[in-house]
């Protein structure tokens, strides 16, 4: 944890420019710590440099979100030819032992841990500095920091930490919630959770005053020129996508009646018109179509080079490797099977999300729009309704007599015309992978399931569940410090 600390402070300084122009953040690597706190727009910057930071490829621009943790979740069809596929055949195997996965995976706790401490910074920092702050604001910057903290511990408990189904209270990671530059303790995944649930009711506390609530998301800059700072809420963790967040916290942690109450606030809220279901017109029957189905998305980052995702990773042009599914499985399975699996050609996320060059069938939802302006062709989903959907039918008493209500629901919203008659567990991860393929959740889903990992319509390519595939070993930096 020694160079994580060192490294924080410039996580803070030194933004990158990856993310749009409406975070209005300029480098100020200079300005001192007493300056960055003497004023509201201080803490502002501080703050919206974790937001940019949260794009990087270490993070959710990468390692967390279409790359490394998809390769993990058997999103891609992977190779054996290291010529072609570099060192992706070791993590198709789950060797996290080799240098380059080891390397990567220290990283990637290393920036996430350098970014939660600097959520704890500017937590410690407004205490007592409210006066400086516009009425209301001081409370918006607290919850989405504490929102930030849980959600990036979240993701490293489910990465590193053990299968939570099984073992909660073997030892996980560390929950920092001050700038203390003495390393904590590994703690039990149980308490993990509960520090988590902590910090996301505190923020949904400071955040009842979120204009998203009474005004909705906001997705452009004010008519009157002012401050965009209570704007552009879906691009923030506005009230809502912290409710979300917990949703998918205390699904992962088995409390089906508290993940519940959570996703239908959301889904109350989404009825009202805050994030309504992407028009047909918008993704169907347009040269230029809305391909992540923006209205939807309860929390994105904003890449404004979001483009650069798709040409690294799935453009048809690219001459080593490609990331793209198994033929078989997308058209047999995923998008095929009917009632057996739920898969119908005709779903949305099918007809934009996919197109045909030659044989073969890649993935565009990160790929330009032709308005490369829009803001929507900057957004990296983070949070979205549908997983909310899926959520309350994960999390009824009784999934196959009570679950397909919500599912169908969603389905219909997709294009598609029949009906499930019941719903399996099957059933219901074929949906998952429909609606969050590429954003970085198949493997937690794996995880919090111990189930086979589908990678393949041939059953026997399949991934069967082990702790060696399910438990990352913790980095050396951590390693090191426990020692």
Request: aromatic share 12%; net charge negative.
């Amino acid at each position: 944890m020694k160079h994580i600390i060192k490294t924080c402070l410039m996580a803070a300084a030194t933004l990158g420019s990856a993310c749009s122009n409406w975070l209005d953040v300029q480098p100020y690597d200079q300005i001192s710590e007493e300056q960055l706190f003497s004023s509201e727009e201080g803490f502002q910057k501080l703050l919206n440099g974790i937001y940019i930071e949260l794009c990087s490829t270490e993070l959710y621009g990468g390692s967390l979100g279409p790359e490394m943790i998809e390769v993990m979740g058997g999103a891609y069809e992977i190779g054996d030819d290291a010529v072609k596929w570099g060192n992706y055949p070791d993590l198709k195997r789950y060797d996290y032992a080799s240098d380059y996965w080891r390397d990567r995976l220290d990283a990637t706790w290393n920036k996430a841990y350098s970014l939660i401490l600097n959520c704890n910074k500017l937590l410690e920092g407004i205490d007592g500095k409210e006066s400086l702050f516009t009425a209301g604001h001081a409370a918006i910057i607290r919850g989405e920091a504490l929102a930030l903290r849980a959600m990036l511990h979240f993701d490293l408990l489910r990465l590193f930490g053990p299968v939570y189904s099984q073992h909660p209270e073997a030892l996980a990671i560390p929950y920092y919630t001050s700038r203390t530059t003495t390393p904590e303790p590994q703690l039990p995944a149980s308490e993990v959770i509960d520090k988590i649930i902590v910090d996301l009711t505190r923020a949904r506390a400071e955040l009842s005053g979120d204009p998203v609530i009474t005004e909705g998301t906001l997705m452009s800059a004010d008519p009157s020129g002012s401050s965009s700072f209570l704007r552009y809420r879906a691009l923030r963790l506005n009230y809502y996508a912290v409710t979300a967040l917990e949703a998918r916290v205390q699904l992962y942690a088995g409390n089906r009646s508290k993940a519940l109450e959570r996703a239908l606030e959301v889904i109350r809220a989404a009825d009202k018109g805050i994030f309504p279901f992407v028009e047909r017109s918008a993704v169907i029957g347009t040269e230029d179509p809305d391909r992540i189905f923006s209205t939807e998305v309860l929390f994105a980052l904003t890449h404004n080079n979001r483009n650069q995702i798709f040409l690294d990773y799935f453009s048809p042009t690219r001459t080593t490797f490609v990331f793209k599914m198994e033929s078989a499985l997308i058209n047999q399975v995923i998008y095929g099977g009917g009632q057996t699996t739920g898969g119908y050609q005709d779903d949305y996320r099918n007809r934009v999300g996919w197109s045909t060059s030659g044989s073969s069938r890649y993935f565009y939802k990160y790929a330009d729009m032709e308005n490369t302006g829009a803001i929507e062709n900057t957004m990296i989903p983070m949070l979205r309704l549908g997983e909310m959907y899926l959520i309350a039918a994960e999390a009824q008493s009784d999934v196959l007599a009570n679950g397909t209500s919500y599912v169908n629901i969603l389905r219909r919203y997709r294009g598609i015309s029949t009906s499930l008659e019941s719903l399996t567990q099957e059933q219901l991860i074929y949906e998952y992978i429909r609606e969050l393929y590429g954003e970085g959740q198949l493997f937690y889903l794996y995880k919090r399931l111990y189930t086979t990992i589908i990678r393949s319509a041939t059953a026997s390519q399949n991934t069967l569940p082990s702790s060696n595939v399910f438990v990352v070993p913790l980095p050396d930096s951590e390693t090191d410090n426990i020692q």
